[in-house]
């Protein structure tokens, strides 16, 4: 929930930042030095752009090789989780609001009594109910980009990507002395041939945004190791005319002996887009004398949806993939092994990070690259900054790779099977022995395809012993999963998820006991005591002319009613006192919704105990404490936090 206006009332658009001085100081062709240099204005390369954009402090530099930005977008299925992400900045509902919502699933198989036919063998919520708030969008990829780099303009630094530049080389001083250790030949490029032109950077910490062919993947020495090709698929949008009556919804089709089809409705109402199973035996000579066309993948998804017939009449992109699912073993500079230690070996604190199809590659069939490409960039960004601001330790810099190597991993394995299972039965004419496992299959693995499965290990930013069972709702590893409130101050419905912003602070959602909040002596006030106190991380580890919040924002939600509280009664840590004015911030408190299932029974709260949930800048939840355990919420940041100057 955005706020503003709070050093002074100033007319214009509100969510246009004041522009930071160096902003009037960008160079018209790619700076000398840089915190962070970006390689790649795909989802990763902007997401992580975005990010680094909020932090005015931050020096970003963002660097493409194409020359200008993306028109025509590729990926586009919006998973919930991402949706929830870009909440987070601001965008969600421009992406509701112009995308197409996936509410169900069709499954079409041979008609068991004429396979020649398919029918329909059942609709399936694409979503089940209570995952997230969020629903799942079909937006373009280039419109994805373009929500991004309009934040980025917004910024305070107005930052804005260089294009035409491709990486050709990186050399890193593993020294630990030079000030930007990172040096990047950049390849000047016009129309995606070389100028013969050249710049370099030195950066703090490149990040290699590239894709599958990423030049920064090559510069480390690190490859994509697995399986090399899949089956070969063709994708087309198309406007088109048919009788087949489910072309508004998602559908999984399969046909005897013609391959399947998976359909994916796009937004505007119109719009269609297919990915056609092409046989490497029965279309050979197509594949193989790359004599694919529009004309011929229609004849193929002729073929399939038969009886039903489609009549394209306008084709607005189309392509032929064979991608298989590859994966590489890190996903920065360190050697292999463990991160133990300084200096040049395996411990050595990392500088080039790479992200999305520079590490990871997969079938489109689950609609997850860039999902998870975006949520790579996502996990990183927040922690770059907050090592570059010099308010966390660097060793955090270690979970990136620790984290989203693993995640990446659990992808590959779900797409192996999910494509494996959508191919099944295409070719033979006695059909799948269990028709529905498909179908089944697709349901229970609606958390993963929702991009909610994720649970990241234990770690200095993930406890290894939280008090789980003071909120079962918010297991520790796994994003905090959002449950509406109102707001005490002004009784505004709202979900608590969407108070976090993409800013890189910490969230401390203190959930009370039953007694009342202006009661002196209890759990919650004694904890909002010590939060206040000389002894408080808020006090420790936030810079002295930095808001009370920006380093760690607290949040309480109490078991009354709203109409049974009032503002007097809150603690001091609950009204912050921010800007020039030192104004009253009046939105740290919350109430349970009286329209909705009451947030303490939705996400199983102790309600005689209460508890804190400690949740991290990328939204997942770090730590669950008791109200009264000061000491281990105190210890949990020492271990992630450096004391202020």
Known sequence: MAQFYVDGYAPGDPFVSAPHPAAAERPPSVPETADVLVVGCGPAGLVLAAQLANFPDIDTVVVDRRDGPLEVGQADGVACRTVEMFEAFGLADRLIGEGYQVNEVSFWRPDPVDPGRITRTGRIPDVEDGLSEMPHMIVNQARMLAYLRDHMARSPRRLEPYYGLHLSGIEIDTSGTAEYPVTVTLAHLAGGEGTGASSTVRARYVVGCDGARSSTRAALGRELVGDPTDSSWGVMDVLAVTDFPDIRRKCAIRSVGEGSILIIPREGGYLVRLYIELDNVRDEEMLLGRSVTPEKLTAVANRILHPYTLDVRDVGWWSVYTIGQRLCTRFDDVPDGPDDGPGDGPGRLPRVFIAGDACHTHSAKAGQGMNVSMADTWNLGWKLGAVLRGTARPELLHTYSAERQQVAHQLIDFDREFAALFSAASGSAGGDPDPEKFQRYFREQGRFTAGVAVRYPSSMITAAEPA??????????????????????????????????????????????????????????????????????????????????????????????????????????????????????????????????????????????????????????AHVLGLDDHAGLDAFFAGVLTEAG
């Open 468 to 621: 789980q069972h003071l909120a079962r709702g918010f297991e520790v590893g796994t994003r905090f999963h959002s449950a509406p409130v109102v707001r005490l101050a002004d009784a505004k419905p709202l979900h608590l998820g969407h108070v976090a912003r993409a800013d890189g602070a910490w969230r401390l959602y203190l959930f009370a006991d039953r007694r009342h909040p202006g009661e002196t002596d209890t759990p919650l006030r004694r904890l909002c005591d010590h939060l206040a106190s000389v002894a408080s991380p808020l006090r420790g580890y936030t810079p002295e002319r930095a808001e009370p919040d920006s380093v760690i924002d607290v949040r309480a939600v109490f078991q009354q009613h709203h109409h049974d509280l009032e503002v007097t009664d809150l603690p001091a840590v609950l009204l912050p006192r921010k800007g020039r004015f030192a104004l009253v911030d009046h939105e740290k408190a919350f109430c349970p919704d009286p329209n909705a299932e009451d947030v303490f029974d939705l996400r199983g709260i102790d309600r005689d105990a209460g508890c804190v949930v400690v949740v991290r800048p990328d939204q997942y939840v």
